[in-house]
């Protein structure tokens, strides 16, 4: 399994860095704020950020809209948020996490995607791999921006 990893300083606590994800994933219009690539988001099971609810999520990739769909499998507020990812893209891409640890003042967010057949896929599909780490930087940056300019 091959795993694309971007972290980033933040300079507020973990709780409303963790406050922040769940009001990104609260509405289409939190969700667009944090990426310019993202359109729509919905929990079709459950309430936000408990484990077992259902999100699917609308967003361009490769200049292309996908809808994925992610069961949350593990919440640690003001921690950590694990997720797997249902078919069709768990077979290529079955898990990803969100962790946040406290580092001085502020804290340190990481987003991680798990790929099976990681290594393979890099070398057929390498421009699909930069992209993906292209927007979860660009997702860190805008998530520090939100966080950091109220």
């Known amino acids: 399994m091959t795993s694309i990893v971007d972290s980033i300083e933040i300079n507020a606590t973990p709780a409303k860095i963790f406050d922040a994800l769940a009001q990104v994933f609260s509405s289409n219009g939190g969700y667009k704020k944090w990426h310019k690539d993202h359109v729509s988001c919905k929990w079709i099971k459950g309430k936000a950020f408990e484990e077992g609810s259902i999100l699917y999520v609308e967003e361009y990739l490769h200049g292309k809209l996908h809808g994925l769909k992610a069961r949350m499998t593990k919440i640690e ?48 599909a390498p421009n699909s791999f930069e992209t993906i780490k292209k927007h979860m930087k660009e997702e860190g940056e805008n998530l520090k921006a939100l966080l950091e300019n109220e």
């Not at 921690?79 to 996490?97: A, D, E, H, Q, W």
């Not at 340190?108 to 070398?123: D, P, Q, R």
């Open 77 to 124: 507020p003001n921690r950590k948020v694990t997720y797997r990812f249902l078919l069709p893209l768990g077979i290529l891409c079955p898990k990803g996490s969100f962790i946040i640890e406290l580092k001085g003042e502020g804290s340190i967010f990481i987003a991680t995607l798990s790929f099976n057949f990681g290594h393979l896929l890099s070398k057929i």
